[in-house]
């Protein structure tokens, strides 16, 4: 495994791509910056991809299996959820929300309650309309542990829900929350009479634009188009079938051949080649799709000294990651934020450099010299790849280590449940939103319970004022931020590599495919050409 390594890269630089790609380049710059309301004129107009056309079977090529057990935490394995169904509001690119299933809404100036008025016009897919009732089930449904939510703490923090009618709602909160409407963006919103069976597979009942037909597990999915959809004349699409291939080759064949149209489970590496064939469009979307990190368990030895975790942290090659794992799309750094986030700085992500040499360094004073750990790692072809040049990083300053891979779903219950070994190393999300929402909400930073059993007065203490503030990017929060960015960095009990962008490879046929914030593919525009 190791005699991959060293590897002279011969791919381009992500610059290099963007020259190098021509029209597909071009459309990659212009889609990450081009808002919601920009992409809606593009596809209600006549632009430059012509009239939309309406009907049509899209097939969409996805490496990881839908994990219905999982449907209400974030995970690459719920690719429904903006298919089928809606959430109470969407964020634009400048995180600015925008109204979905919540037309309207007011806050109060203390930050503690929260007046929603909602959509008249909605009804589920078995033709029950939306209600408030459809709300308060969603909160609750959140609150209760055995969901797994990711959000859970804020919606934890809605103490009252009071209806004023069919269509709107007040929420009282115990204290104001910074990420609210991280909340309402991740939150769908599913039929109360259907949740049980949504989370066996057998049936999901939505809102949204397509119908779920059928879960063919190992297979993929088949959704077809809500006729009595809200938005008028949406979707275009007929029909959606989602086809899980997990060999990278088979997935970048599949695109290839035209047997699939689109993907968001190419790794940077795969696609990269594609950017120079004018049958493809490569979307990267900048404001970060998630991260590349190695975690450390802190109750085992040597990870739980501090020293040792900052030996690992120094010892990683993340320049080499970006180029030869992520082919050109990503950004090295020591932090978990994406450049768009409040609390991205250059300073922050620079920290940790590749220094083989100072690891060694601090390995010697921690009397931690040849050491052998397990890292574990999702079997998936990007995390795989990840998993075997961290292991070459490592030994290079003498620790080795033992690939534990594991299939996703058990990784995803692994990473839940803290049950990672000494090292493991994942890809995890949130950064890209509200930055509280990554320490109060994500698995392997939440100060209440995160996966490398990390704790501290201190981090619980800025983490929660940081969730409090009320205003997100004032500056107090803005100094929270650095402050909780200089304990992660000082820490090191999740060391971030990498800062993905979502990254979208399409068909040239395809239009109007974008993502939102969580990396959830929304199909509302999409037609084929």
């Keep these: 495994m190791n005699s991959l390594y060293p590897f002279t890269s011969t791919g381009p630089t992500r610059r290099g791509l963007l020259r190098a790609g021509g029209a597909g380049a071009a459309l990659l710059t212009l889609a990450a910056c081009r808002s919601a309301a920009s992409q809606d004129e593009s596809t209600d107009g006549a632009g430059a991809g ?42 634009d690119d400048d995180l600015k929300p925008q109204p979905e299933l919540a037309s309207s809404w007011d806050i109060s100036q203390d ?50 829900l009071d209806k004023r009618g069919d269509h709107e709602l007040v929420l009282t909160l115990d204290h104001p929350v910074g990420n609210l409407f991280d909340l309402f ?8 009479n259907a949740v049980d069976d949504a989370i066996t597979g057998e049936r999901l009942v939505g809102t949204g634009p397509f119908r779920f037909e059928e879960w063919r597990p190992g297979a993929g999915l088949t959704l077809t188009r809500n006729e009595a959809y809200w938005r008028p004349d949406r979707p275009y699409l007929d029909r959606v079938e989602i086809r899980v291939i997990t060999q990278a080759d088979s997935l970048v064949s599949s695109l290839r051949t035209g047997q699939s149209h689109l993907s968001l489970g190419v790794a940077g590496r795969d696609a990269a080649p594609l950017a120079d064939d004018s049958a493809f469009e490569i979307v990267s979307y900048e404001t970060g799709g998630g991260a590349y990190y190695v975690g450390a368990n802190v109750d085992v030895r040597p990870t739980n000294d501090k020293t040792v975790r900052q030996a690992i942290a120094w010892a990683i090659d993340r320049d080499r990651i970006v180029e030869q794992a992520l082919g050109g799309f990503g950004l090295a750094s020591a932090a ?19 220094d083989p040499d100072r690891a060694r ?50 990784a995803q219950r692994r990473l ?31 100060e209440a319970q995160n996966t490398s059993h990390f704790s501290s007065p201190e981090y619980t203490e800025l ?6 503030a009320t205003d997100p990017r004032g500056e107090d929060a803005l100094g929270l931020y650095q402050r909780i960015s200089d304990l992660l960095l000082d820490e090191a009990f999740i060391i971030d590599l990498a800062v993905l962008p979502a990254l979208q490879v399409a068909r040239a046929a395809v239009r109007g495919a974008t993502v939102n914030k969580f990396s959830y593919l929304n199909l509302d525009d999409a037609y084929l050409a």
Aim: net charge negative; glycine share 6%; hydrophobic share 40%.
């Design 361 to 410: 360094e601090l390995l010697r004073e921690a009397g931690a010299e040849n050491i052998s750990l397990p890292l574990g790692h999702s079997s998936t072809p990007g995390l795989t790849v990840l998993a075997e040049m961290v292991q070459y990083d490592l030994e290079q300053v003498g620790i080795r280590t033992e690939l534990q891979p594991y299939d996703p779903t058990n």
């Design 463 to 468: 983490v929660q004022d940081a969730w409090r």
């Design 111 to 160: 930050g503690t309650t929260v007046t929603l008025r909602l959509r008249d016009d909605v009804t589920f897919h078995d033709g029950r309309p939306f209600t408030a009732d459809d709300v308060v089930f969603a909160i609750e449904n959140l609150q209760n542990p055995e969901r797994a939510a990711q959000l859970r703490a804020t919606a934890v923090a809605i103490t009252g």
């Design 50 to 91: 012509g009239e939309p056309r309406r009907g049509g079977t899209l097939t969409v090529a996805h490496g990881v299996d839908f994990a219905p057990g999982l449907l209400f935490s974030q995970s690459s394995m719920n690719l429904p959820h903006r298919l089928v169904f809606n959430t109470l509001t969407r964020y």
């Design 185 to 192: 963006e991740f939150m769908i919103i599913t039929d109360p």
């Design 416 to 446: 839940i449940s803290g049950e990672m070994p000494a090292l493991w190393t994942m890809q995890h999300g949130f950064a890209q939103v509200t930055p509280s929402t990554l320490v109060v909400s994500a698995y392997p930073f939440n």
């Design 336 to 354: 978990p934020w994406p450049e768009s986030s409040p609390a991205f700085s250059e300073a922050n992500r620079t920290h940790y450099r590749h």
